[in-house]
């Protein structure tokens, strides 16, 4: 059973959009949530993460927004660009578990 | 930039043979991970370590074994290699910082005909 969902394979989007990813979660015990950008053959580069007692955080052009009574949480990327492009991973952890559970990836096209 | 280093960058091999997939990370973290990755699939994590001599099976069954008799180093074996074995391996480690943010090595992309 999945327990961090992207219910989105895939989002295309015009150069200098908005793009917005979303995550869903199950688990309430998760308390720190982080974002990763993937190309392909390549390995997960860390984007930006949020930990449970905020509601975002933001970093250049990357916004993250944490809903805790929704179980969500989302990536705004303004404005998008080309290099953008690549999957996107959600990935949550918490408590005494080291570990993070990823979701499936979102695959990003922003088209120029 | 993260220090973690993976070997080969790409391997395809026969059925049957027994191969080492490499990861050493320079940073001095106690905590290093191997996930399986299929393309539109997640992540799954199959090993961890938490530190020297310490070795867990992930959440994801794996054939596959790992050691961590140094710091630095995590390698991955396989007796034998089969084609459900094909996959992107991604070996990770964590300062344990708190917020447990992994950094990646460039993965291995096995193919086993």
């Known amino acids: 059973d999945q327990q961090v969902k992207q219910n989105s394979p895939s989002l295309s989007v015009q150069e200098g959009r908005i793009s917005i990813l979303n995550c869903d979660y199950t688990n309430s015990m998760f308390d720190y949530f982080l974002w990763y950008k993937k190309y392909p053959a390549e390995g997960p580069t860390f984007l930006?993460?949020?930990?449970?007692?905020?509601?975002k955080n933001e970093d250049g052009r990357f916004t993250v927004f944490l809903n805790k009574s929704a179980k969500h949480l989302s990536l705004h990327i303004v404005p998008s660009q080309p290099g953008d492009s690549a999957v996107y991973f959600c990935a949550t952890g918490g408590g005494s578990n080291y570990?993070?559970?990823?979701?499936?990836g979102t695959l990003l096209t922003v088209n120029p | 930039e993260a220090d973690i280093y993976q070997t080969p960058r790409y391997l395809v091999i026969g059925t049957g043979k027994k191969i080492t997939l490499e990861c050493s990370q320079t940073m001095g973290h106690d905590k290093m991970y191997w996930y399986q990755q299929d393309p539109g699939m997640e992540l799954h994590l199959i090993h961890y370590s938490y530190g020297v001599n310490s070795t867990e099976k992930g959440d994801l069954s794996s054939e596959s074994t790992v050691s961590r008799i140094r710091t630095e180093h995590f390698p991955l074996t396989l007796e034998s290699a089969r084609p459900s074995h094909t996959s992107q391996y991604l070996c990770a480690s964590s300062g344990g910082g708190g917020d447990e943010k992994l950094f990646f090595g460039s993965g291995t992309q096995l193919s086993v005909l």
């Open chain 1, 48 to 55: 930006i993460s949020i930990s449970s007692i905020k509601d």
């Open chain 1, 99 to 104: 570990k993070l559970t990823f979701g499936k």
